[in-house]
């Protein structure tokens, strides 16, 4: 941050222009999370409905008493949900790296390797795969899902021996701390969409087109302290306590560490709003001038510590010159500001087929139990009433007959067609959705070709390839050009060369290149929408065309096909890469060429190494 941000945010008593900063980012923030919350309660519903947990009712109490099972939700989202999660993991995640480079120009073909290794070691370092489940999930669930970049220099201190000199003539080792770079890279992190404010005057799917992109965080003090000390945030100690009772309405918020109804020391609030303002329309205060003189808008990053003060602003001055936010829903229609996720959709389906199943559990326990009529002049009804096995009669009754006396009652179940109307039902989900049983895994009844079984899966596959492309574009793509934008804007030499290697840096002199440069840089990610079953159905194509090639050698000359290069890719295909290096090494060739020559009729070779096998040594 710079020196005379620092400066303003560490006095007593905020300026003027902090105060109508911090005036205008809480009222945008608060009309944001007005329209979000209306959100809320169907995504408390759908989260709970996700993990099965109902209630437990007087009614549940009483048959749990009894040994009858309580009422239950059907997992039928969870299993949707986790289908539709796997699918989008496997669709992603089958290439060797997650993010390839497709260049549109020669000049870009030398660096692009050197893109992809940078980006694979910062997903790595942010466990990419953790994150990405919790963003499909959050799309699955709620209908949205949000994932945060953002460039980090992080420091730690680190014992370091040093020479010191005692006397003249006298050195010794001193153990010294020293402050040294931990990690250089972006940082990855999820945003739950409860904490998620965008622009309300638009669709989620336009955020990028808003005038503000905020999201909150907990924090700890230590944590906090960290950043004050790398002078990324100033004035913590003006900060006023956490508190629920302000008019903003931080109560409303969702938290995990910070409770709402006793908040402790040492725990912060911070919400983080990215701004797009014009420099020369803001005046600073002290006499300090404008802002800036560009009347260009320009994103600022702003943070408001228990929604009481600021603690950090500063430009963005990201190449990328977007908010570092990546929002995408699962249904992205633009006439609606806020869409439905696939729990949603499915919630009054989900809720039928609970209905039936649970009534029907509760009608065979009434059946299963015993009504019986009885006439309290022949019978002890103590013994009914105790559920005793014996039912004890009065003398009197005897002699006239136990069947005068009780008599079990006749019930019909009506719920013996509950099932069925469940099963009905889950199929019917099932075709809402797209997620059915061959995305499961699962086969229908019925014998089917393998050319059959193909073209099912295709098309069990194809909504849900088209959700996961639109997941893909709108939400995954974006995240990739920010790390990659961010890594070319501010990694330092050093950790470049950690990242690709010492002796490849000078491979790569493209990597940094002028601002303008990167800037303009039209380079983009592709993503594989090939399917496993797919690609086998390829391969399997490709090896009977080898066969003939192979059969034929005349037919490899007429077509102008290379075996070897089928080869590969026959098994690149069945996820083999990198075929050559089961080749031989020049010194092995040179001896399966002399052994074949020995081998030949009427030729003689080496002398002592007639017939010798490839590889051994000479026989004696």
């Known amino acids: 941050m710079e020196k005379r941000f620092i400066d303003e945010l560490s006095e007593d008593t905020p300026t003027k222009f902090h105060g109508d900063l911090l005036e205008k980012c ?76 497709e260049p549109t120009g020669e000049e870009d073909m030398a660096v692009n390797d050197a893109i992809e290794l940078v980006i694979d070691g910062d997903l790595k370092s942010n466990r990419w795969s953790l994150l990405m489940y919790q963003f499909l999930t959050d799309i699955s669930k709620f209908g949205l ?42 940082r990855i992190y999820n945003v739950s969409p ?59 918020m969702r938290f995990a560490a910070i409770n709402t109804k006793n908040p402790q020391p040492g725990l912060y609030s911070i919400m983080q709003i990215q701004l797009r303002l014009i420099p020369n329309d803001w005046k600073l205060a002290n006499g300090r001038g404008k802002l800036g003189d560009s009347k260009r808008p320009k994103t600022y990053l702003v943070w408001i510590a228990n929604d009481s003060r600021i603690v950090r602003f500063e430009p963005l001055n990201a190449f990328h010159n977007e908010f ?23 919630d009054v389906l989900q809720s039928v087929v609970g209905w039936f199943i649970n009534s029907r559990i509760q009608s065979v326990s009434r059946t299963i139990d015993n009504w019986l009529v009885a006439d309290p002049s022949g019978i002890d009804l103590a013994t009914i009433e105790n559920r005793s096995r014996v039912i004890l009669l009065k003398k009197a009754a005897a002699r006239l007959g136990v069947e005068r006396f009780v008599k079990q009652l006749t019930v019909q179940d009506n719920t013996t067609g509950h099932i069925n109307d469940a099963q009905m039902l889950m199929q019917l989900l099932q075709t809402v959705t797209g997620v059915n049983e061959n995305a499961m895994g699962q086969y229908n009844s019925g014998r089917r070709s393998a050319t059959e079984a193909r073209a099912v899966i295709n098309g069990a596959s194809a909504r849900m390839r088209m959700l996961a492309e639109m997941i893909w574009t709108g939400g995954l793509e974006p995240v990739g050009r920010q790390i990659m934008l961010n890594a070319r804007q501010s990694m330092s030499q050093e950790t470049f060369a950690r990242r690709v290697g010492i002796g490849k840096v000078m491979q790569y002199p ?100 007639q017939g010798n096998v490839v590889g051994l040594p000479p026989a004696a």
């Open 145 to 186: 899902g949000v994932l945060k970049t953002s460039w980090k220099v992080e420091k730690t201190d680190v014992p370091i021996e040093k020479p010191t000199v005692i006397n003249d003539d006298v050195t010794a080792l001193q153990t010294e701390e020293e402050t040294v770079v931990s990690y250089e890279g972006s």
């Open 26 to 101: 809480l009222g945008l923030v608060k009309e944001s999370r007005s329209k979000m919350a209306d959100r809320y309660p169907s995504w408390d519903r759908q989260h709970e409905v996700y993990l099965s947990r109902l209630p437990v009712d007087k009614g549940d109490r009483q048959n749990i008493e009894q040994g009858i099972p309580a009422k239950f939700i059907v997992p039928l989202t969870f299993a949707q949900v986790q289908t539709f999660v796997s699918f989008c993991f496997l669709l992603f995640g089958q290439n060797k790296r997650f993010y390839e480079i």
């Open 194 to 252: 409860y904490c998620f404010f965008p622009d309300h005057r638009l669709p989620v799917r336009d955020f990028q087109r808003g005038e503000y992109c905020a999201s909150s965080e907990e924090h700890t003090e230590s944590e906090l302290k960290a950043l004050e000390q790398d002078d990324v945030i100033a004035g913590l100690k003006h900060v006023e306590k956490l508190s629920f009772k302000s008019d903003f309405g931080i109560d409303r």
């Open 324 to 346: 570092t936010y990546s929002a995408q829903e699962l249904l992205p229609d633009i006439h609606e500001k806020l869409n439905l996720g696939l729990a949603e959709l499915i």
């Open 510 to 609: 493209l990597f940094h290149q002028p601002p303008a440069a990167i800037v303009a840089n039209s380079d983009h990610f592709i993503m594989n929408g090939t399917l496993p079953s797919e690609k086998s159905f390829m391969a399997q194509s490709l090896q009977e065309l080898l066969g003939i090639v192979l059969q034929s050698p005349e037919a490899a000359a007429m077509f102008n096909l290379d075996p070897n290069k089928l080869m590969r890719e026959i098994y690149e295909l069945r996820g083999i890469p990198g075929l050559g290096r089961f080749g031989f090494s020049p010194e092995e060739q040179s001896r399966l060429a002399q052994a074949q020559q020995a081998a030949a009729p009427g030729v003689e070779g080496p002398a002592g190494n």
